[in-house]
């Protein structure tokens, strides 16, 4: 996928838990793990904005365009 999650990166610089993370974002456990290992398919504005208001960090901080071709 062309699309590259890079939420690990953000969080190890932050030096936050998933646990911590998902909580204070109010998502699951298992969603934030989905985003974590970039095996998301779609992710919501809310989502999105949640993360970096907890993170302090841009969109493009955590999403990352890759060309494949």
Do not use: H
């Amino acid at each position: 996928m062309p699309i590259i999650i890079n939420l690990d990166v953000i969080m190890a610089k932050r030096k936050i838990t998933s646990g911590e993370l998902s909580e204070k974002i109010g998502i699951t456990p298992a969603n934030l793990s989905i985003l974590k290992n970039n095996k998301a398919k779609a992710i919501r504005f809310s989502t999105l904005e949640a993360l970096c208001r907890e993170l302090n960090c841009q969109p493009a901080d955590i999403l990352e365009y890759t060309d494949t071709d």
